[in-house]
């Protein structure tokens, strides 16, 4: 299983980034995936997750009402839109694939994980 982010970059305080995470294996389209971040210094956190067929989400408080995960199927592919975002979202991004179809804010409900990509914000 393979897991590919692409789509960080610098952006302005209040900007939009989206992220993309292809992931190889047929085996995607009946798992949760995830998101996860790691700010310099700071402990891996959760950003967000999606259940097997998009029906259920969960995100960390902290990105609430401004970032929206979704996936495509026929493409194997999960995004995270970032909206307004903050200096503090500053962070490599991490997509991860779960145990099972659905998927918690747990590093420990993840067993797959990208190499990540980096999102800078700019105050």
């Known amino acids: 299983v393979q897991l590919v982010e692409s789509g960080g970059g610098l952006v302005q305080a209040e900007g939009s980034l989206r992220l993309s995470c292809v992931a190889s294996?047929?085996?995607?389209?009946?798992?949760?995936m995830g998101w996860f971040r790691q700010a310099p210094g700071k402990e891996r956190e959760f950003v967000a997750s999606?259940?097997?067929?998009?029906?259920?989400?969960v995100y960390a408080d902290s990105v609430k009402a401004r970032f929206t995960v979704s996936r495509d199927r026929a493409t194997s592919t999960v995004y995270l839109q970032m909206n307004s975002l903050k200096s503090e979202d500053t962070a490599l991004y991490y997509c991860?694939?779960?145990?099972?179809?659905?998927?918690?804010?747990?590093?420990?409900?993840?067993?797959?994980w990208g190499k990540g990509t980096l999102v800078t914000v700019s105050s």
């Open positions: 294996g047929r085996t995607f389209h009946n798992l949760g």
């Open positions: 999606i259940s097997w067929n998009g029906g259920s989400t």
């Open positions: 991860a694939r779960a145990r099972s179809s659905f998927s918690g804010s747990s590093s420990r409900d993840y067993i797959y």
